[in-house]
């Protein structure tokens, strides 16, 4: 195969989705309309995961290196960069509020002054073993005015944010990265899911409007808050669909992988929605005889469990202090958000209007039918957060590239004018120089014919 450097001007990007019971791979580029078009999928199942963090790296290499081979073969070319999802019940998200003064006052507040903001965050004293992942500025304050989400442009002395930092364990980022090296690739950045998931899913009337995202994984539930367009909060719950699984394996005394089709086939999230009188026979081991077990027990345990993740969802809304204000509700994806009736359970336990998200509003015609689904939320969102951002980072090298070009116009503009001046100058003194040589001349001969 034809080896290509995909981080590039123009070419994919490919995004990688590690989670507790898949792998995903995604290869696209961002469309003239800003939509986004997938070039390359892969899927493998993955077991070297627990409640999204790596726990077995041999497991997980050969499960990365599988699905890079698939995606590989499909889009024809050699992957050497990904772009990769964190999640895991070691991820921490916490408020903190920056302040710097400005020593000139008389220019607008510019990018660098922002950046020198961030900057001190990032200097910020961490638990031991703790890395900063993300900060995300919500809200600005200039000389006491505050609600300001733009600043730059504006004129003050005191320059004020509050920001959203997510923090991780460094050994789970060292995990990721070893696992990337010893598949031959390179690690492009590394992307908070949640924020990922909110990429590809939420609207801008709803970010607006005040929503709660939901990403019921098969190891941790991961949830997103926005209101007025800010990044409120961040959580995530150190369990997901797998616990519904073990309930049922422990419940109905069955097989894990048992436990499992019972809950994808014939498990419901509302109890009163299912039958009494309906049971589902189960082969037992080597032949034995066949167990019944009943649809409404089924049910019963999965309620449950999931009652409990939702109760989990309702304490982050009070955290973050924006109960009853969600105008847009809650959103819920990821493979949990497949269950049956856990949109309407969702809306009982917690009160909030619910809907579930797939990740097909912002992708090009043409897209793999698969994707048409929850689970693929992240993957989506990875692709996009990382394309749009590459963009962004496009168009500030075009402008400055554009303000420098000006500016250089500029520059030869007061030197051409300059040499104008100059040359205009010698002229006149060449021209005053002979005017006043034929004035002597003349002089001195009428001084001799007197």
């Known amino acids: 195969m034809q080896k290509k450097e995909f981080t590039k001007k123009g070419d994919p990007v490919v995004a990688l989705d590690i989670g507790t019971t898949k792998v995903c791979v995604l290869a696209g580029r961002l469309n003239e309309y800003d939509k986004l078009e997938v070039l390359s999928e892969a899927t493998v199942t993955s077991d070297g995961v627990l409640r999204g963090v790596i726990a077995n790296t041999d497991k997980m290499v050969r499960a990365i290196g599988d699905a890079i081979a698939k995606c590989e073969r499909k889009l024809g070319e050699e992957i050497q960069t990904v772009h990769v999802g964190v999640a895991g019940k070691h991820i921490r998200s916490r408020q903190k509020h920056g302040i710097i003064t400005r020593e000139d006052t008389h220019t607008e507040i510019c990018k660098a002054d922002v950046e020198k903001l961030i900057t001190d965050i990032y200097k910020m004293v961490l638990n031991p073993g703790e890395k900063i992942l993300h900060v995300v500025p919500q809200e600005f304050t200039i000389d006491g005015e505050e609600g300001i989400t733009d600043p730059i442009g504006m004129s003050g002395i005191h320059l004020e944010a509050d920001f959203h930092i997510v923090t991780g364990q460094i050994t789970a980022f060292n995990n990721i990265e070893r696992c990337i090296k010893r598949c031959s690739l390179t690690l492009g950045s590394l992307t908070l899911e949640p924020l990922a998931s909110a990429e590809s899913i939420l609207s801008i009337e709803e970010k607006e409007a005040g929503v ?239």
Do not use: W
């Open 212 to 450: 709660a995202l939901v990403d019921i994984g098969g190891g941790t539930t991961d949830i997103t808050i926005y209101k007025e367009g800010i990044l409120r909060h961040t959580a995530v719950i150190p369990f997901g669909g797998d616990v519904v699984t073990k309930d049922i394996q422990g419940g109905c005394n069955v097989m894990k992988t048992q436990a499992e089709k019972l809950k994808v086939q014939f498990g419901s999230a509302l109890a009163i929605e299912a039958s009494d009188n309906t049971y589902i026979a189960i082969t037992d081991l080597n032949g034995r005889d066949t167990k019944e077990i009943s649809e409404k027990n089924l049910a019963k345990i999965i309620q449950a469990r999931v009652e409990e993740i939702f109760d989990f969802i309702v304490f982050e809304i009070e955290k973050a202090n924006l109960s009853n204000k969600l105008i847009a509700g809650i959103v819920l994806t990821g493979g949990g958000a497949l269950l049956s009736n856990i949109q309407d359970l969702a809306a009982l336990c917690t009160g909030y209007s619910t809907r579930i998200g797939y990740p097909v509003e912002q992708l090009s015609q043409g897209y793999p039918v698969k994707l048409h689904s929850p689970i693929y939320s992240t993957s989506v969102g990875l692709l996009l957060k990382t394309l749009r951002a590459q963009r962004t980072i496009e168009l500030e090298e075009l402008e400055s590239n554009e303000v420098e070009e000006a500016s250089n116009e500029l520059e030869q503009d007061v030197e051409f004018e300059g040499n104008e001046n100059e040359n205009q100058e010698k002229k006149e003194g060449i021209i005053n120089s002979l005017f006043n040589g034929a004035k002597r001349f003349f002089a001195e001969k009428d001084d001799t014919e007197f």
